[in-house]
């Protein structure tokens, strides 16, 4: 009954911007932690960003000052605005819910490609 979707991947050149969106539903999404995570080929999955059922954000040193994590409960769904975007970027893009309880729920995942 949990289904998270992510969209808004694609192909970039350096420096440019994207937006990732993670519509969620089967939950009750406003009292949920949602996180989004990468995976490069060939590497562990990482944390890239999370936010709370509040509001409150964290963020992998990696991508602070870059990204923006952020939600809309009205909608059901999480965001991540990507600028500045770099060749060490390109990956999977996954949202997660983070539950304080169980292992949580993984998006099917969207390509992030940035290339020249």
């Known amino acids: 009954q949990v289904q998270l979707v992510e969209s808004g991947g694609g192909l970039v050149q350096p420096g440019g911007s994207l937006r990732l969106s993670c519509a969620a539903s089967g939950i009750s999404f406003g009292i949920f932690a949602m996180g989004w995570y990468r995976q490069a080929p060939g590497e562990q999955r990482e944390l890239v960003a999370t936010i709370t059922s509040r509001g409150r954000t964290n963020y992998a040193d990696s991508v602070k000052g870059r990204f923006t994590i952020s939600r809309d409960n009205a909608k059901n769904t999480v965001y991540l605005q990507m600028n500045d975007l770099k060749p060490e970027d390109t990956a999977v893009y996954y949202c997660?819910?983070?539950?304080?309880?169980?292992?949580?729920?993984w998006g099917q995942g969207t390509q992030v490609t940035v290339s020249s």
């Open positions: 997660k819910t983070e539950p304080n309880y169980g292992s949580g729920t």
